[in-house]
T-cell receptor
Framework: DTGVSQDPRHKITKRGQNVTFRCDPISEHNRLYWYRQTLGQGPEFLTYFQNEAQLEKSRLLSDRFSAERPKGSFSTLEIQRTEQGDSAMYLC?????????????FGEGSRLTVL | DQQVKQNSPSLSVQEGRISILNCDYTNSMFDYFLWYKKYPAEGPTFLISISSIKDKNEDGRFTVFLNKSAKHLSLHIVPSQPGDSAVYFCAAGTSGSRLTFGEGTQLTVNP
């Protein structure tokens, strides 16, 4: 199965540390999205890429957050100087450019706990 | 600004009966709507969608209804099965842009 994969699945860190998450999308999908989900809420959009170009960023994405997709394949999401409020599930999703409108294929997520 | 809202955090139904999940939205620019299902420890998976030019879309046991004048969306599952127990997210978007999700409704189907 070549679905969307995310690594690590779980990360526990201390406040002030940097963390990086990796996402490998489905191979033929050229759009890649990052969402964040906290308990009791739905996924909140963070940013998305078409190939290697970052086309949109949410206001939720403070300057401590940076995302890259250097060769249009895998993507990384880095959080610098983590805060307790960053604790959440970070979801990556991908889709084909001409796929069904809104149909995203999600990974299982990377859960971040900031102590 | 919560543009997509699911007011019921949970719903419990008996196996074989109908499950109705509801969703309201405020942005009249949304031109497509979707429902996603999420099991524990998995990412959300696409279930069914509807374009703003339609008022109903059916796929097997799942039917989505759209009432644009009321800015209301609903998902009907008939008959409900225990395997349908999951969190259901309503989502909406405009062409070429991100999806906005609701808070989710936990559906429990009791045998």
């Amino acid at each position: 199965d070549t679905g969307v994969s995310q690594d690590p699945r779980h990360k526990i860190t201390k406040r002030g540390q940097n963390v990086t998450f990796r996402c490998d999308p489905i191979s033929e999908h050229n759009r890649l999205y990052w969402y964040r989900q906290t308990l009791g809420q739905g996924p909140e959009f963070l940013t998305y890429f078409q190939n290697e170009a970052q086309l949109e960023k949410s206001r939720l994405l403070s300057d401590r957050f940076s995302a890259e997709r250097p060769k249009g394949s895998f993507s990384t999401l880095e959080i610098q100087r983590t805060e307790q409020g960053d604790s959440a599930m970070y979801l990556c999703a991908s889709r084909r450019f001409r796929g069904r409108a809104g149909e995203l294929f999600f990974g299982e997520g990377s859960r971040l706990t900031v102590l | 600004d919560q543009q997509v809202k699911q007011n019921s955090p949970s719903l419990s139904v008996q196996e074989g009966r109908i499950s109705i999940l509801n969703c309201d939205y405020t942005n009249s620019m949304f031109d497509y709507f979707l429902w996603y299902k999420k099991y524990p420890a998995e990412g959300p998976t696409f279930l069914i969608s509807i374009s703003s030019i339609k008022d109903k879309n059916e796929d097997g046991r799942f039917t989505v209804f759209l009432n644009k004048s009321a800015k209301h969306l609903s998902l009907h599952i008939v008959p409900s099965q225990p395997g349908d127990s999951a969190v259901y997210f309503c989502a909406a978007g405009t062409s070429g842009s991100r999806l906005t999700f609701g808070e989710g409704t936990q559906l429990t189907v009791n045998p």
